[in-house]
């Protein structure tokens, strides 16, 4: 079949989710089967927080890579702006018909509204990262034009890796609960209102939860567990808030 509609793919890390940020080639796949026969994936655009993994990543298609600053310093807007930046480029150079936008942020929303009006056709990509009752998906949802969710099959993980993961996550459970009995209503609802403008948590709230899980596992979190933390707290956070609204 005729190939028309070139794609290119620009890739934020977080998602990827807690598990992994290296972007395989079985990634790259599992979204080409998502995309319609005539469209083919030429390019993608990887945005990372450092470049430890850039040695280990097996893709076959051509990759430009962005180091960008960590999500904890400037709380990503570097990323974004150089995922707008990229994606506005690349719509008026007319090299490409279509954008593959796998990010979980939403403050990409008028970035992509401004490739859509130079006829670019934009699909987001779910995440296991992002739940669809968080207001950034309902956002984004909107936007895209198409919303497709590659499978991806999961590999086994080693039973010395599998009690690693059971302590992080009794860790992460207990410092989430840990907050919410220090904080009183005020907190709660400054939170709430903070990740519904915005990706990632408040600062204090950020540094507290890192601090009280960190005295949980005596260590410090790695930048994977880092992120589940802050991924399962705004998921814990908006489940109260539904039962409050609910009661």
Known sequence: MKIDKKAIAFVDPYWFGPESHD???????????????????????????????????????????RICARDAIDDGYELVRAMDTDMLQLAQSGAFSVFLVASLDDRLALSIERVKAQGICVYGLKSTMLNENDPSF????????YLIEPFFKKSAKPIADENVYDECDKAIDQAIEQWFVESDEISRDSAIEFMN??????KMVDSRLLFLCSQALQHELSEKQKIELRRRFRQVAYERVGAEVNV
């Not at 309902?138 to 034009?145: A, E, G, P, T, V």
């Not at 403008?197 to 408040?202: D, E, N």
Request: aromatic content about 6%.
């Open 23 to 65: 972007l395989t080639q079985t990634a790259l796949q599992a979204i080409e089967k998502k995309l319609p026969p005539e469209m083919s994936l030429e390019r993608v655009y990887l945005y990372t927080e450092s470049d430890d993994s850039l040695g280990k990543r097996e893709v076959q298609l051509p990759c430009t890579t």
């Open 138 to 145: 309902r956002r984004m949802s909107q936007i895209f034009d």
């Open 197 to 202: 403008a915005r990706r990632g948590l408040p």
